[in-house]
C-alpha cells in the first residue's frame, strides 16, 4: 500500500521554518564537546587489561536534562539522544560508532541494503529480518510506514504536532512511503537528497503495538523500540532506568542496567563521581580533570564535529570588512585557550571545519596566533587605533564548555590588538530562543556558542547559507551556496565531501565567524568502567561497556 501526504498534511512553509528553527536551536543546544584521537580506550586494551567480565550497572551523570523518551521528540539535544534515544530505538540506518580512528560512517541498522533510482529521489529499503521490538513483537514493513504516519501524516490517530515537528528535519522531505513487501519499502523524497541515510538514522521507530496499546499521549510513559537497552522507570527529565535487551539483533548487550541522572552542574557531577554516585560523567569541569586523574579517574577524549566560535555581524560596523575579521581572528592565542584554560579538552581551531570531520583539511588551517599580523591587517582596514564592539555570551549549555571564561580569554587577546570587547551574558534558552527568530539576545555585535556542521548535514545550510532564517550574522557567499547544493543533491560520499571541505574552505577565508577551538568530547569514567570505545561522534556505542565489581 502506498502512503501519499494529504495536501492538508504537508507542512506550511512556516511549519517547515519552525521545525527547522527548532532543529537548529536544538542542534546548536546540543552542540556537544569533541576531542582529539587521544585517550578513547579501545575494547581490545580493555579485555587485556581488564579481563572477560561483563554485566554491572552503568550510572552517568548527563550536563542536562533528560528528553522526552517518546522516539524524536527529545528535547535535551544530542546528549539526550546519545544516552537516552539512542539506545532506546533505531532507525533504517545508525552511525557505526565501534573505531576511534575517523567520523563514524552510517551503516545498516533496522535496514540491511538500500538503493537509491537514478531520479535521486527514490530510494528502496531491504529490511532486516528477525528483528523485535523490546515487547516482543515484529520489526517489518508496516512498522516503518505506521511509523512514518506518526510523524507525517497529519489524519493519523498518532500525529502529534509535537512529533511532526520534531521529525521535520529528518523526515520533512519524504512525500511517499510505500510497502513493497514484508521486508522491503520504497521512500520518495521531494528533492534529491545525498545525505538520506544519514538522516534516517534520527528518524526512531517504536513498536507499532505498544503505541496502539499505551496511545501517543502516554507512550512516553512506557517507550518500546529495537534498541539495545528497553526501559524500565524514569522520574521524567531527571533519572531513566534501562535494562538490557537479551533479544537485541546485534547481540545483547554486556551491561546489565544502564542509569542517566541529570547532573548540569559540574562541581554536582565532580562530587557523584568521587562519591560512587555515578561512575562516569559527561563534560568534567576542565579544572577538575588533574585532581580526578590523581584519584585513578580515566578522563577520555576524541576530536568529534566540535566548533566553539563567535558568530559577527558581517553587515555592520567594522565586522563588514573582512580585513578586521581575519585580524580577529590571527589575534587569538588558540593554544593557551585549548591548553591552559581548558586543560587539553579542546584543540585550537585554525579553520572552519572541526579537526575530527571528513571536511577537515589541515592545508586550510589558516588562523595561528600573529598579533602583528592582526594590527598590519586593523591598520589596512582604517582600524590602526583599535574599536569598540559587543558579543552576547552564553552562561552554560550543552556543548559550550565554559563560555564566559572563553569569551573572556578572546576578549583579552582581541583587546591586545585594540579591539575592545564588551561581554553582555545571557542564559543559553535566551540566546537560542532569540537566533531562532533571526536576532541578537541584548542587541550585541556578535554571539558565542558552540555548535556542530557534520553530525547533521542537513542542518549545514542553515548555518552558512544565505538568507538562513537563523541568525548566522547575515553571512553570504553564493559559491558556499552552490557547492552546498551540490553536495546535498550528491548521493556519492566522494562528491559531497570534496564539496563540503571546499565550501569551509571559503567560509574560512570569508572569516564570518572567530574560530576559537574544537571540544575533544571529554568524559570521566571510573577504572571499573571498560569496553569504551570513544569514537569520533556526538553519539557512542554502549553495547560493549561492562562495569567491573
Given amino acids: 500500500m502506498t502512503h501519499h501526504q494529504h495536501p492538508s498534511a504537508r507542512p506550511r512553509a512556516r511549519s517547515r521554518r519552525r521545525a527547522s528553527l527548532r532543529a537548529l536551536g536544538l542542534a546548536a543546544a546540543l552542540l556537544l564537546p569533541f576531542a582529539t584521537a587521544g585517550c578513547g580506550t579501545g575494547s581490545a586494551a580493555d579485555e587485556a587489561a581488564g579481563g572477560a567480565k561483563s554485566g554491572g550497572t552503568l550510572v552517568i551523570g548527563a550536563t542536562g536534562k533528560l528528553p522526552n523518551p517518546d522516539t524524536v521528540i527529545g528535547g535535551a539535544g544530542f546528549e539526550g539522544k546519545r544516552l537516552v534515544s539512542f539506545q532506546l530505538y533505531e532507525g533504517l540506518t545508525r552511525y557505526d560508532l565501534s573505531r576511534a580512528d575517523g567520523p563514524a560512517p552510517i551503516t545498516g541498522a533496522l535496514a540491511t541494503s538500500w538503493k537509491v533510482a537514478d531520479d535521486g529521489r527514490t530510494w528502496t529499503f531491504t529490511l532486516r529480518k528477525g528483528v523485535k521490538f523490546h515487547d516482543g513483537t515484529a520489526f517489518d514493513a508496516d512498522a516503518v510506514l505506521f511509523n512514518l504516519d506518526r510523524y507525517l501524516n497529519r489524519k493519523s490517530p498518532q500525529y502529534t504536532d509535537a512529533l511532526g515537528a520534531a521529525a521535520g528535519e529528518y523526515a520533512g522531505g519524504i512525500t511517499e512511503y510505500t510497502k513493497l513487501a ?154 593557551a585557550i585549548a591548553e591552559e584554560l581548558l586543560h587539553g579538552t579542546a584543540a585550537p581551531a585554525e579553520q572552519a571545519a572541526p579537526s575530527g570531520t571528513f571536511a577537515h583539511d589541515p592545508a586550510n588551517d589558516t588562523y595561528g596566533h600573529a598579533p602583528a599580523k592582526a594590527r598590519e591587517l586593523l591598520a589596512e582596514a582604517g582600524y590602526a587605533k583599535g574599536f569598540s564592539t559587543s558579543v552576547t555570551v552564553p552562561t552554560g549549555g550543552s556543548g559550550n564548555l565554559v563560555p564566559v571564561p572563553i569569551a573572556e580569554a578572546v576578549q583579552r587577546d582581541l583587546a591586545a590588538v585594540g579591539i575592545k570587547v564588551d561581554i553582555r551574558t545571557t542564559d543559553w534558552s535566551t540566546l537560542i530562543a532569540a537566533e531562532a527568530k533571526g536576532k541578537v539576545a541584548r542587541g550585541s555585535q556578535a554571539i558565542a556558542q558552540s555548535t556542530t556542521l557534520f553530525q547533521s548535514e542537513a542542518l549545514l545550510p542553515l548555518f552558512i547559507g544565505t538568507d538562513s532564517p537563523f541568525w548566522t550574522g547575515h553571512y553570504s557567499n553564493r559559491d558556499v551556496d552552490r557547492l552546498l547544493a551540490s553536495a546535498g543533491t550528491a548521493t556519492d560520499r566522494k562528491t559531497r565531501e570534496a564539496d563540503y571541505t571546499e565550501a569551509l574552505k571559503l567560509v574560512t577565508q570569508d572569516a564570518p565567524w572567530l574560530f576559537v577551538v574544537n571540544d575533544r568530547n571529554p568524559r570521566a569514567i571510573s577504572p571499573k568502567v571498560r569496553g569504551l570505545v570513544q569514537p569520533q561522534s556526538w553519539f557512542l556505542d554502549l553495547t560493549t561497556v561492562r562495569v567491573e565489581r
Fill in 182 to 335: 514484508d521486508d522491503r519499502v520504497r521512500l520518495v523524497t521531494k528533492e534529491p537528497n545525498g545525505h538520506f541515510p544519514q538522516d534516517l538514522a534520527h528518524v526512531l521507530i517504536a513498536s507499532p503495538t505498544a503505541v496502539k496499546k499505551t496511545g501517543t499521549a502516554t507512550f512516553s510513559e512506557h517507550p518500546v523500540g529495537t534498541g539495545p537497552f528497553r526501559f524500565v522507570r524514569q522520574q521524567t527529565g531527571e533519572q531513566i532506568e534501562l535494562t538490557r535487551f537479551d533479544d537485541y539483533w546485534r547481540g545483547a548487550p554486556k551491561l546489565d542496567k544502564l542509569v542517566v541522572k541529570a547532573l548540569p552542574d559540574a562541581a554536582a557531577r565532580t562530587a557523584a563521581l568521587r562519591s560512587g554516585a555515578v561512575n562516569w560523567i559527561e563534560y568534567p569541569n576542565p579544572d577538575d580533570i588533574p585532581s580526578l586523574q590523581a584519584d585513578g579517574v580515566r578522563v577520555v577524549t576524541n576530536s568529534y564535529d566540535h566548533l566553539w566560535y563567535w558568530i559577527l555581524d558581517t553587515t555592520a560596523g567594522p565586522w563588514k570588512d573582512p580585513r578586521v575579521r581575519r585580524a580577529a581572528n590571527y589575534a587569538i592565542d588558540r593554544e
